[in-house]
């Protein structure tokens, strides 16, 4: 099945205003540099971590909206992975105040948004970069938006993430169990809260192969009208590949493909698309995607490349790190 039978489906999602909200600001560069709670680079015992903010009603322009992504600005580029990653969302009164009891600040209406394990997430330096939500949230515009992050054996680039100086609740240890209360501290992360805007991003890990390791990459932009280019590097030069496309990442995935001959390789989305590209005599290829000008905003799919590549293992192929496209305005 080509991947542009599924163009349609763009126009099924609810059309919304696109927004972007900063809290505190919208520079990525600025701020001090924290590993919680997404880790640190291995040696330290941060790796453990249960975290809670708030984003305040003022801070997301007091209106109905879905969000759909929230980024961070991580203080170097790397690679970023954790055993265990799940964010939860939810609402929380203006006037009540964070409590140093996790579950008061949540109620049974609250949403996971992102749950995963062996989970990568290749991050930028000094830029506002989505960490990859699974499913959607839709703010009231009338309470506080509340945003637990617990995470399972983090490791990320040196020095963590930018972060302001607003209340956070927060527990780490090298190892264990998250307790029922943590500590109250005022070193917040600085966070972009997306509604409904095209983002794209790249998490997981490529498996070796005979020219390298394939690498996914993007070129363009998922927004509505324009043109995104999903570009492979490190295949078999003068050989093919195959561009694959799915709507999920969730369990079963990341699928360690060992069992078919491929150790060491994942795939990380669900198969239900795929094109043959061919590569050039470096082993690049692409996969171009034109947005129709027409479409709604909302439609998520995961993108992946398995290379031929015979000499690599026993099944012939190898497979890339995978991207994760949201299409919006």
Known sequence: MRFTSLLPLLFTAVPALAQNWYVPDSNPTTG???VIPFGQSPGGSFYQCKYQQRCTVADLGAAVGVVTGLGFASCAAGRAHYD????VLDHIPAAQPLSTTFASNLTANAVT???STNYTWNVPANLWYEVGLQQPFVYNGIDDLVIQITTVNGTAPVNGMHRDVRQRIYWI???GTPPAVGTSGFAALKIE???????TSSHGDGCSGSNGTP???FVGSSQIGQTLSINLNNGVPNSFSLFLAGTTNAFPFPLELGFLGMPSCYAYTDLLVSSVIANDAVGAGSFTLAIPPTAFPGFLFYSQFACLDPAANAFGFTTSNYGRVFVGN
């Not at 809260?193 to 983002?199: E, I």
Request: glycine share 0%; net charge negative; charged share 5%.
């Open 193 to 199: 809260v997306s509604m409904m805007t095209a983002h």
């Open 215 to 217: 690498a996914l990459s």
């Open 84 to 87: 265990s990653l799940e964010i």
């Open 32 to 34: 001090t540099c924290n």
């Open 173 to 175: 240890a090298a190892a």
């Open 113 to 115: 948004v992102l749950l």
